[in-house]
């Protein structure tokens, strides 16, 4: 089932600092303490957010989200949740590159690791991708491989609400105007009856583009940066609300809403909840009281206009 | 020269594929050639780039027709292949990541050779890109600190936190990898500078891992330099700056600047106040600013810094820093 065209708000816990991540300062990450470190402590922030208007969680695939991905199936409420993976973790496979000698080492490396995994219809599409070299069968390896790790930690119940490719991938795939990928993602993600998400540091590029190749946007979500600073929004914020005004339908996930912590919570709000096409917005919370005040803040807020 | 400017790379690891898909963007580019040695990499290009043409090898660019070539390598072949292209004519300007090459023996050959080729070069030392730093540099020109008398430098990173040094050693060792960035902003904020000591961090660190040097200019400025890739709670390569003028302090790094003089008047600025945002944002919009300025500078024939010659002085700190080191381990 395609549940995009339902009317429910996305209002998703964001896993940056879960990561220790920062786009403001990365001075401010060490200063954080070692709490979000602790997987049942970001288990408990989660579930704070979801008592307070929260429904879903977006996060990177790595070994510290889908530890605290078992640490809330453990606790028998991994049903309250809607997952929202982005994939790849590129910090993951960008650092495993530098270590094993760039693209060969890393192919290497993840190969090994799919074998590994015992899934039998990402070994099979694995093994079409590398014979054919062909792009669309090695990413339904990746995608299969990820999603088996997902719901080996989560849990029977988890419920995948959306895939959604990582900026840097995603951009690439722009940069290079590759509309086969684009299409044969969206076909792919689809028929497993979940979402196709986008993430993007170019919205009004990507929206632009997608248009262009006739690409029905209703049926995808679009993660991307809005907020009143202009932060991140390529190449301005005018032209990102543009192309926000253009879209027919709500697609839009709005992230970095707080500018990375440099915008008070009721401002940034006010931004997000004055735009059109907004489907949900995705905040990272490091703190009990963020979770309460961030998520109260943003459910009262864009109730009235999601 | 044709309507669109005709650019190769070479070399498509992490920095290859950036640069590439930024050329691909900018609209009065037409990216011509890929080379690349690993044949497995030369087949997912052969997907992924659609009427490019990939080889295995900078000589069989020769008749391209190319206007620039990107040398995306690893440092240590950076010489052979700057050479190959000159010796073969393949393209009269050339881009290069950092660090230029691996000795400044090589790099004074390199000047040497360009300089009779009247084409554009420049070394891709990415933190001048950074909004921060242009900061910086501009506060610098202002005399907002009045004289400068001292700084302290580092380029931190976990990349290798925990792992042997055979893992690092293909990579040419820190300070070529990372600490090149924190020499090169110094080189340009404070002018030429001198090794006069240098040392691992602790007793159990190899320089090519972590290293402690210290500077001096002829006007007397003292410069301290801290260079790691096992540096801890560093997900990501960070590298900064606090200096100290006659009238107060700047501190900068990749994600603010700070002003804080004597009279006790504080400014900050973090990236979003300093105009960040790019035509096209592909891992860190620095790249598509140094892009864009190499490309208006071989349109326009014009020279653009950083180019071999100043970043020829980053090699020669990196050998100072060496020798340094060495001498302070021999025993006496």
């Known amino acids: 089932m395609n549940r995009i065209h339902q009317s429910e708000k996305a209002l998703l816990v964001g896993d940056n600092p879960f990561h220790n991540i920062s786009h403001l300062s990365q001075e401010r990450t060490r200063a954080r303490g070692d709490n979000l470190a602790d997987s049942s402590y970001a288990a408990d922030l989660i579930l704070t957010s979801v008592a307070n208007g929260a429904n879903g969680f977006m996060f990177s695939v790595s070994e510290k989200t889908l530890s605290i991905l078992s640490a809330i199936n453990k606790k028998g409420e991994i049903g309250r949740l809607n997952l929202y993976p982005i994939v790849p973790y590129a910090y993951e496979y960008v650092k495993l590159a530098t270590q094993t000698g760039g693209i060969p080492g890393l192919a290497k490396r993840f190969s090994k690791q799919v074998v590994m995994s015992g899934n039998f219809r990402a070994v099979v599409n694995g093994i079409r991708g590398v014979v054919g070299m062909n792009p669309i069968s090695l990413v339904k390896t990746y995608v299969a491989y990820e999603m088996s790790r997902i719901k080996s930690s989560a849990g029977k119940r988890a419920k995948i609400e959306s895939i959604i490719l990582h900026e840097i991938v995603t951009d690439m795939a722009l940069a290079l105007n590759l509309e086969w990928f684009f299409k044969g993602y969206i076909d792919f993600v689809s028929k497993t009856k979940v979402v196709p998400g986008f993430n993007t540091c170019n919205f009004a590029y990507l929206v632009n583009k997608l248009e262009e190749w006739e690409i029905d946007l209703s049926d995808v979500f679009i993660v991307a940066p809005f907020n009143s600073v202009g932060f991140q929004m390529n190449p301005s914020r005018t032209a990102c609300e543009e192309a926000l005004k253009g879209l027919k339908k709500p697609t839009l996930i709005a992230i970095s809403i707080l500018a990375a912590g440099y915008l008070k919570p009721e401002e940034a709000v006010r931004y997000i909840a004055g735009l059109p096409n907004v489907k949900g917005v995705a905040v990272g919370v490091s703190k009990e009281k963020h979770a309460v005040e961030s998520f109260r803040l943003l459910n009262e807020a864009l109730d009235k206009n999601l | ?332």
């Open chain 2, 1 to 332: 020269m044709t309507d669109k400017l005709r650019i190769a790379v070479v070399g498509m690891g992490k920095m290859g594929i950036v640069h590439s898909c930024i050329l691909n963007v900018i609209p009065d580019v037409e990216l011509t050639a890929l080379c690349e040695k690993s044949s497995l990499t030369r087949r997912i290009l052969k997907k992924m780039f659609q009427n490019v043409t990939i080889v295995d090898d900078v000589t069989k660019m020769v008749d391209f027709n190319l206007d620039a070539v990107y040398v995306t390598t690893p440092i240590l072949s950076h010489y052979g292949v700057i050479k190959a292209i000159c010796k073969e004519n393949v393209a009269r300007n050339l881009f290069v990541e950092k660090t230029l090459v691996a000795n400044p023996e090589e790099a004074k050959e390199l000047c040497q050779l360009t300089s009779n080729s009247e084409g554009v070069n420049m070394v891709g030392y990415l933190r001048r890109f950074y909004v921060t730093f242009k900061k910086a540099k501009d506060l610098l020109l202002e005399e907002a600190v009045g004289r400068v008398s001292s700084f302290n430098a580092f380029a931190y990173s976990s990349d290798f936190l925990g792992l042997e040094s055979d893992v690092t050693a293909a990579r040419g060792g820190v300070l070529r990898d990372l600490g090149c960035h924190a020499v090169d902003l110094a080189l340009w904020f404070f002018g030429d500078l001198k090794v006069y000591s240098a040392q691992p961090i602790s007793e159990n660190d190899k320089i090519d891992d972590s290293v402690n040097f210290k500077v001096k200019n002829q006007n007397g400025l003292d410069g301290e330099f801290s260079v790691s890739w096992r540096a801890e709670g560093y997900r990501m390569p960070e590298v900064g700056f606090l200096i100290v003028g006659s009238k107060g302090t700047i501190k900068v790094n990749d994600d603010k600047v700070e002003l804080a003089l004597q009279n006790g008047r504080k400014t900050a600025w973090y990236r979003h106040d300093l105009e960040d945002n790019v035509p096209f944002w592909l891992a860190l919009p620095e790249y598509h600013r140094e892009d864009d300025i190499f490309v208006k500078s071989v349109r326009n024939s014009v020279t653009v810094e950083p180019n071999f010659v100043s970043s020829s002085k980053v090699d020669e700190i990196i050998s100072q820093v060496e020798k340094k080191a060495g001498e302070q381990n021999t025993p006496k």
